[in-house]
C-alpha cells in the first residue's frame, strides 16, 4: 500500500476537488456489478481537461493508482476502485465540444451521456448509433473503456465503430492524439487499439464521435415462443434469409415476467421466449423487407406476433427489453449479468445448456440477449444473504463463460473483462497473445497504475521496459508539452 497521501495532489488543484472522508469513500466503493466492494483512497473530481491531465501526472510521479470513472454502470467490476488508490471521477466533464452536423461528427468530453448526444444531434436529423441499456446514464467515456454495443449492434456495430478519434492523456501523462476527424485514416488503428482497454491504457478527454442520419421508418415486430430453443433458430431463419435488422434482441420467460412487473410492457402471455426484430430505413426498402421478414417468421414456431402500430407501441416493446436487467431486482435481491457470446448457428443449443446448467446448480437463470449477433446476458438469480449462494451463482457463471469458450466465441461481448472474468482471460487466448497483451498495456502505463487488478489474473505482470522509442512515437502521434 502507498504511503503517500493526497495532499500534493489537493494543493495542485482548485479546493473541492479531492475528497477522502468515508462518505464519499463508501459513495465509489463499487459498480454494476455489487459483488465486488472497495473503498479507494479518495475521490478526485476535475471539471477541466487540464486537471485531468494534472491529475494523472501526479498519479505517475508518485506511482498512486487510479481508476477513472463515470456513471459507474459497468457490469463487470471494471471500475471497481483499488484500496490504495484514487477514482477519477468525470461526471463534471459533460460538455458537447462541437456538432458538426455537415460532416456528421460530435466532439465530445467523456463525462457526456451517451443518450445526451442523440438528443442534442436530433435538431440535425442525426443520432449516435450505440445504445447499452444504460444509455440514459452509461457515458461515452465508459462506452469507450468496454466498447459498448447495445441493441442495435447487429446492424450498426460497436462502439468502436462509431469513434473517430480521440485526445488521450496515457497513464504515464503523455499527450496523445489517435485517429483524427475522418472515417479514413493512415497507419495503425490506434483509436480502435484504446477502444475496449478497460481504462487500462490512459483517460480520453475529447472524443470525436461518428453520427449517422436518422432512420426514416421503423417496423417493429415482437414475436412469441413456446421454446427457448425456436426462438434462436428464428433468428438464424431472419439472417440466413439475407435481411439484416436493425436489432434483433430475445427475452425468455424469467425476464419477461421481470419486465411485466416493471413496465407492464404486453408481451404475450405463455411466451417461453419472445425475439424483437426491428427493420429501419427509407420507406420504399422498409415495405419491401417487411414483407419479407413476415414470410420467414411464418415458417418458424411462433404462436403469436405483435406488429407495431405507432411510436407509443414501439416504445412500449423497446421497454420491456431495455428494462430487463433493472427490473430482473424486482424477483431477486441479487443478480450476476454475463456477457459470453457464441455463434449465431449454435444459439438454440447455447440456451439449452444453460437451462440445464441453471437447473443443476438450482438457481434461477433469466436470460436477455442481442440475439442477431450471438450476445448472452444471462442473469444469475441468487440471494447472498444465503450462505454459499454467491459462490454458488458465480460457479454457474464460470461453466456459460467455458460453453462460449468451447462453442468457439468468446468471454465477453460488450461488459468487458474486468474483475469478474479474469481468470478466464487466459482459458480464451494462449501464452504468446497474453504476452502481447501486456506488452501492449506496458507501452501506455508502464508503471501499471491505471486500473490496476483488472482483465489479468492474479498478480499484475512486472513492468516491462520498452526498448527504443515508444511504439506511439514511431508512428508521429505523440506530442508533449
Given at each position: 500500500m502507498?504511503?503517500?497521501?493526497?495532499?500534493?495532489?489537493?494543493?495542485?488543484?482548485?479546493?473541492g476537488?479531492?475528497?477522502?472522508?468515508?462518505?464519499?469513500?463508501?459513495?465509489?466503493?463499487?459498480?454494476?456489478?455489487?459483488?465486488?466492494r472497495?473503498?479507494?483512497r479518495?475521490?478526485?473530481?476535475?471539471?477541466?481537461?487540464?486537471?485531468?491531465i494534472?491529475?494523472?501526472?501526479?498519479?505517475?510521479?508518485?506511482?498512486?493508482p487510479?481508476?477513472?470513472?463515470?456513471?459507474g454502470?459497468s457490469?463487470?467490476?471494471?471500475?471497481?476502485?483499488?484500496?490504495?488508490?484514487?477514482?477519477?471521477s468525470?461526471?463534471?466533464?459533460?460538455?458537447i465540444?462541437?456538432?458538426?452536423?455537415?460532416?456528421?461528427?460530435?466532439?465530445?468530453?467523456?463525462g457526456?451521456?451517451?443518450l445526451?448526444?442523440?438528443?442534442?444531434?436530433a435538431a440535425?436529423?442525426?443520432?449516435?448509433?450505440?445504445?447499452p441499456?444504460?444509455?440514459?446514464?452509461?457515458?461515452?467515456?465508459?462506452?469507450?473503456?468496454?466498447?459498448?454495443g447495445?441493441?442495435?449492434?447487429?446492424?450498426?456495430?460497436?462502439?468502436?465503430?462509431?469513434?473517430?478519434?480521440?485526445?488521450?492523456?496515457?497513464a504515464?501523462g503523455?499527450?496523445?492524439?489517435?485517429?483524427?476527424?475522418?472515417?479514413e485514416?493512415?497507419?495503425?488503428?490506434?483509436?480502435g487499439?484504446?477502444v475496449?482497454?478497460e481504462?487500462?491504457?490512459?483517460?480520453?478527454?475529447?472524443i470525436?464521435?461518428r453520427?449517422?442520419?436518422?432512420?426514416?421508418?421503423?417496423?417493429t415486430?415482437?414475436v412469441?415462443?413456446?421454446?427457448?430453443?425456436?426462438?434462436?433458430?428464428?433468428?438464424?431463419?431472419?439472417?440466413?434469409?439475407?435481411?439484416?435488422?436493425?436489432?434483433?434482441e430475445?427475452?425468455?420467460?424469467?425476464?419477461?415476467?421481470?419486465?411485466?412487473?416493471a413496465?407492464?410492457?404486453?408481451?404475450?402471455?405463455?411466451?417461453?421466449?419472445?425475439?424483437?426484430?426491428?427493420?429501419?430505413?427509407?420507406?420504399?426498402?422498409?415495405?419491401?423487407e417487411?414483407?419479407?421478414?413476415?414470410?420467414?417468421i411464418?415458417?418458424?414456431?411462433?404462436?403469436a406476433?405483435?406488429v407495431?402500430?405507432?411510436?407509443?407501441?414501439?416504445a412500449a416493446?423497446?421497454?420491456?427489453?431495455?428494462?430487463?436487467?433493472s427490473?430482473v431486482?424486482?424477483?431477486s435481491?441479487d443478480?450476476?449479468?454475463?456477457?459470453?457470446?457464441?455463434?449465431r448457428?449454435?444459439?438454440?443449443?447455447?440456451?439449452e445448456?444453460?437451462e440445464?446448467?441453471?437447473?443443476?446448480?438450482?438457481?434461477?437463470?433469466?436470460?436477455?440477449?442481442?440475439?442477431?449477433?450471438?450476445n448472452?446476458?444471462?442473469l444469475?438469480?441468487?440471494?447472498?444473504?444465503?450462505?454459499?449462494e454467491?459462490e454458488?451463482?458465480?460457479?454457474?457463471?464460470?461453466?456459460?463463460?467455458?460453453?462460449c469458450?468451447e462453442?468457439?466465441?468468446?468471454?465477453?461481448g460488450?461488459?468487458?473483462?474486468?474483475?469478474e472474468?479474469?481468470?478466464?482471460?487466459p482459458?480464451?487466448?494462449?501464452?504468446?497473445?497474453?504476452?502481447?497483451?501486456?506488452?501492449?498495456?506496458?507501452?501506455?502505463?508502464?508503471?501499471?497504475?491505471?486500473?490496476p487488478?483488472?482483465?489479468?489474473?492474479g498478480?499484475?505482470?512486472p513492468?516491462?521496459?520498452s526498448?527504443?522509442?515508444?511504439?506511439?512515437?514511431?508512428?508521429?502521434?505523440?506530442?508533449?508539452?
Amino acid at each position: 500500500m502507498t504511503s503517500v497521501d493526497l495532499e500534493g495532489l489537493a494543493r495542485r488543484l482548485p479546493a473541492g476537488r479531492v475528497h477522502e472522508d468515508p462518505a464519499w469513500q463508501a459513495v465509489f466503493e463499487s459498480d454494476g456489478l455489487t459483488a465486488f466492494r472497495q473503498h479507494p483512497r479518495g475521490v478526485v473530481i476535475p471539471q477541466s481537461q487540464q486537471e485531468v491531465i494534472d491529475i494523472v501526472r501526479w498519479c505517475h510521479e508518485v506511482g498512486m493508482p487510479f481508476v477513472a470513472r463515470g456513471s459507474g454502470t459497468s457490469l463487470s467490476g471494471g471500475s471497481l476502485p483499488v484500496a490504495d488508490g484514487i477514482v477519477i471521477s468525470l461526471n463534471r466533464m459533460r460538455r458537447i465540444l462541437q456538432m458538426d452536423p455537415d460532416n456528421r461528427t460530435a466532439v465530445v468530453e467523456p463525462g457526456v451521456v451517451n443518450l445526451e448526444v442523440s438528443r442534442q444531434a436530433a435538431a440535425h436529423g442525426l443520432y449516435f448509433a450505440p445504445d447499452p441499456s444504460s444509455q440514459k446514464i452509461c457515458t461515452i467515456g465508459g462506452n469507450i473503456a468496454f466498447n459498448s454495443g447495445g441493441a442495435h449492434c447487429l446492424k450498426y456495430g460497436m462502439t468502436s465503430n462509431h469513434v473517430l478519434g480521440m485526445k488521450v492523456v496515457t497513464a504515464s501523462g503523455e499527450l496523445v492524439t489517435l485517429g483524427g476527424p475522418s472515417v479514413e485514416s493512415v497507419g495503425p488503428d490506434y483509436t480502435g487499439l484504446f477502444v475496449g482497454s478497460e481504462g487500462l491504457f490512459g483517460i480520453a478527454l475529447e472524443i470525436t464521435l461518428r453520427l449517422l442520419p436518422k432512420p426514416e421508418c421503423f417496423h417493429t415486430v415482437l414475436v412469441g415462443y413456446r421454446s427457448l430453443r425456436a426462438a434462436g433458430e428464428a433468428v438464424s431463419a431472419v439472417i440466413d434469409s439475407g435481411l439484416l435488422p436493425g436489432a434483433m434482441e430475445i427475452m425468455e420467460a424469467l425476464a419477461i415476467q421481470a419486465a411485466e412487473a416493471a413496465v407492464d410492457c404486453g408481451y404475450p402471455e405463455g411466451a417461453a421466449a419472445v425475439l424483437i426484430v426491428e427493420l429501419e430505413g427509407p420507406a420504399e426498402r422498409i415495405e419491401s423487407e417487411r414483407r419479407q421478414l413476415e414470410a420467414v417468421i411464418e415458417q418458424t414456431d411462433a404462436f403469436a406476433s405483435v406488429v407495431a402500430a405507432d411510436e407509443v407501441q414501439r416504445a412500449a416493446i423497446w421497454a420491456g427489453r431495455k428494462s430487463a436487467f433493472s427490473a430482473v431486482g424486482k424477483l431477486s435481491p441479487d443478480f450476476l449479468v454475463q456477457d459470453g457470446v457464441v455463434p449465431r448457428k449454435r444459439l438454440g443449443e447455447a440456451l439449452e445448456r444453460i437451462e440445464a446448467f441453471g437447473k443443476e446448480s438450482g438457481l434461477r437463470v433469466a436470460n436477455v440477449f442481442h440475439a442477431g449477433d450471438g450476445n448472452l446476458h444471462p442473469l444469475i438469480l441468487f440471494d447472498d444473504s444465503k450462505p454459499g449462494e454467491l459462490e454458488r451463482a458465480e460457479a454457474l457463471a464460470g461453466r456459460i463463460l467455458r460453453l462460449c469458450i468451447e462453442m468457439g466465441g468468446s468471454i465477453t461481448g460488450e461488459h468487458g473483462v474486468g474483475m469478474e472474468k479474469r481468470a478466464y482471460l487466459p482459458e480464451m487466448y494462449d501464452e504468446p497473445t497474453m504476452g502481447l497483451m501486456h506488452r501492449l498495456r506496458a507501452a501506455f502505463d508502464p508503471k501499471q497504475i491505471s486500473n490496476p487488478g483488472k482483465m489479468f489474473p492474479g498478480a499484475e505482470a512486472p513492468a516491462l521496459q520498452s526498448h527504443g522509442l515508444h511504439p506511439l512515437e514511431k508512428a508521429g502521434v505523440i506530442f508533449r508539452e
